[in-house]
T-cell receptor, first 112, second 110 residues
Framework: GAGVSQSPSNKVTEKGKDVELRCDPI?????LYWYRQSLGQGLEFLIY????????KSGLPSDRFSAERTGGSVSTLTIQRTQQEDSAVYLC??????????FGPGTRLLVL | AQSVTQLDSQVPVFEEAPVELRCNYS??????LFWYVQYPNQGLQLLLK??????LVKGINGFEAEFNKSQTSFHLRKPSVHISDTAEYFC????????FGQGTRLTINP
């Protein structure tokens, strides 16, 4: 079956622009997670969805970051007014029950 | 709160030699523990997991890990590495959201 997919795979944008990153989880997975991987910071948790609700958004670094999930499936992470420090790989993962999270290939974001 | 410490940022080994990647965790609740591998320019792939039961866990690609509650460790081992094992390895703890260690870069020399 298909794994977690993310789009775009690479994104280059200019400082100050908004970007949207998309995640398609594995079908039937009720939980969805966003992580950020950057040099020197390792893997940072951003937000967790259970269904369409986000019971834990404690990792979002600022109010420029937001995420939503619709239909218990696709999720979009939006970064407004991007800054150079937002450059990173954004990883999405999904799971159900107590299975381990399965990760997508990531979106590599570069803010110039 | 939960935390993970990977004691080595880089581990160089020769091909066919054994390797151990160290991981210590801190958690105030029952833990689920994981090792993930990340090959260059790819996402994370699950190597193995400990949820409960036997403390020796076997994973893919010949890797295994042992859960040691008294030492709060979950070290990853492989008896004989191959060039293809060159990657970054992450230890993680958690039930839903995972807390990751900083990663260990494993390089295999011929």
């Amino acid at each position: 079956g298909a794994g977690v997919s993310q789009s775009p795979s690479n994104k280059v944008t200019e400082k100050g622009k908004d970007v949207e990153l998309r995640c398609d989880p594995i079908s039937g997975h009720t939980a969805l997670y966003w992580y950020r991987q950057s040099l020197g910071q390792g893997l940072e948790f951003l937000i967790y969805f259970q269904g369409n609700s986000a019971p834990d958004k404690s990792g979002l670094p600022s109010d420029r970051f937001s995420a939503e999930r619709t239909g218990g499936s696709v999720s979009t992470l939006t970064i407004q007014r991007t800054q150079q420090e937002d450059s990173a790989v954004y990883l999405c993962a999904s799971n159900r029950d107590s299975t381990p999270p399965y990760f997508g290939p990531g979106t590599r974001l570069l803010v110039l | 709160a939960q935390s993970v410490t990977q004691l080595d940022s880089q581990v160089p080994v020769f091909e066919e030699a054994p390797v151990e990647l160290r991981c210590n965790y801190s958690s105030s609740v029952s833990v689920y523990l994981f090792w993930y591998v990340q090959y260059p320019n790819q996402g994370l792939q699950l190597l193995l997991k400990y949820l409960s039961g036997s403390t020796l866990v076997k994973g893919i690609n010949g890797f295994e890990a042992e859960f040691n509650k008294s030492q709060t460790s979950f070290h990853l081992r492989k008896p004989s590495v191959h060039i293809s094992d060159t990657a970054e390895y992450f230890c993680a703890v958690g039930a839903q959201k995972l807390v990751f260690g900083q990663g260990t870069r494993l390089t295999i020399n011929p």
